[in-house]
Nanobody
Framework: VQLVESGGGLVQAGGSLRLSCAAS????????MGWYRQAPGKQRELIAS???????NYADSVKGRFTISRDNARNTVYLQMNSLKVEDTAFYYC???????????????WGQGTLVTVSS
């Protein structure tokens, strides 16, 4: 599976962006799709994930502001980001996997990332 993100860019604080992650093949049977982000000088963090059944989870830092969704017919996963803050500035990466352990999904497919910059 190849993943390609799009939709990043420059936005003012309080604004919105929608990121897309297009997969080269069908995502219908992929158990977990997720969005990570990595800000300069910080570790990569998982901010949102969604199962094949549509169950979503969010990091506390984005809960209530970001929404992950998947369109299996279009082989695409989305991240709707509202009420953006300066601290949301980061590279955002899409990930996919069919594997998990007791700690959660073990992502093994990654996109190249898209940059989101939030200005004050």
């Amino acid at each position: 599976v190849q993943l390609v993100e799009s939709g990043g860019g420059l936005v003012q604080a309080g604004g919105s962006l929608r990121l897309s992650c297009a997969a080269s093949g069908s995502i219908f049977s992929i158990n977990f799709m997720g969005w990570y982000r990595q800000a300069p000088g910080k570790q990569r963090e998982l901010i949102a994930s969604i199962t094949s059944g549509g169950r979503a989870n969010y990091a506390d830092s984005v809960k209530g502001r970001f929404t992950i969704s998947r369109d299996n017919a279009r082989n695409t996963v989305y991240l709707q980001m509202n009420s953006l803050k300066v601290e949301d500035t980061a590279f955002y990466y899409c990930a996919a996997t069919n594997y998990s352990d007791y700690d959660g999904p073990l992502y093994n497919y990654w996109g190249q990332g898209t940059l989101v910059t939030v200005s004050s």
